[in-house]
């Protein structure tokens, strides 16, 4: 029940088209839920995050989908670009803990 | 200024050695995080340090040792690992631990660790 589902493993898109990672949970005692973005060698930085209480939150190209009811999230990349090129991480987490459970990633690759 | 700083940036020792790693935050976050790193894999938490107190320690190997001198730094010291601890160690910080509205943790460049 601790579990983030995260799909698909890898993803390879075109340039300028939309690059859509999921994720789904199961304990309904998550309240926050981030996205992080990860290059090689570097640490994970934190895109975008969103709590249950909303449906959407959008920031630049980057936008988070949340269905509450069928306890899922997707990061949705816009204009995909190949900077974008990365692992994401989506990650859910409960007020009063301590411990971000993490999906188990996706590889993304933009293809100029 | 959402950084957390860790250094070294690479690190190869033996078996025998000891060595430590550091990180900083300039934030006033009060809540400090390790975490190891393996390839292709999510980052898997290892201590939590809150008010520089340690309050987590998930079942790490005690050649694992977390120092919280003070509120900006965190210290991992190292002694006697095994080949299969080489990985990406990070550091996180976020302003509180366990408050609803201060949960985002930010994460350091990390510390790539060889042992050979």
């Known amino acids: 029940q601790q579990q983030v589902k995260q799909s698909p493993q890898s993803l390879i898109v075109q340039k300028g088209g939309i690059s859509i990672i999921n994720c789904a949970y199961e304990n309904t005692a998550f309240d926050y839920f981030p996205w992080y973005q990860q290059f090689p060698g570097k640490g994970p930085a934190l895109l975008i995050a969103i709590r249950p209480d909303v449906s959407e939150k959008k920031e630049g190209r980057f936008t988070i989908s949340f269905n509450k009811s069928a306890k899922q999230f997707s990061l949705h990349i816009m204009d995909s670009q190949p900077g974008d090129s990365a692992t994401y991480f989506c990650a859910a987490f409960t007020s009063g803990t301590y411990k971000y459970i993490f999906g188990t990633g996706t590889r993304l690759k933009v293809l100029a | 200024d959402t950084e957390v700083t860790q250094t070294p940036k690479h690190l190869v020792m033996g078996m025998t050695n000891k060595k430590s790693l550091k990180c900083e935050q300039h934030m006033g976050h009060r809540a400090m995080y390790w975490y190891k790193q393996k390839a292709k894999k999510p980052p898997e938490l290892m201590f939590v340090y809150s008010y520089e107190k340690l309050s987590i320690n998930e079942s790490v190997p005690s050649r694992f040792s977390p120092e919280c001198p003070n509120s900006s730094l965190l210290n991992l010291h190292l002694h006697a690992l095994q080949p299969e601890d080489s990985a990406l160690y990070l550091c996180?910080?976020?302003?509180?631990?366990?408050?609803?509205?201060?949960?985002?943790?930010?994460f350091g460049p990390g510390t790539r660790l060889t042992v050979l």
């Open positions: 996180a910080s976020s302003q509180e631990l366990s408050s609803a509205d201060t949960d985002t943790q930010y």
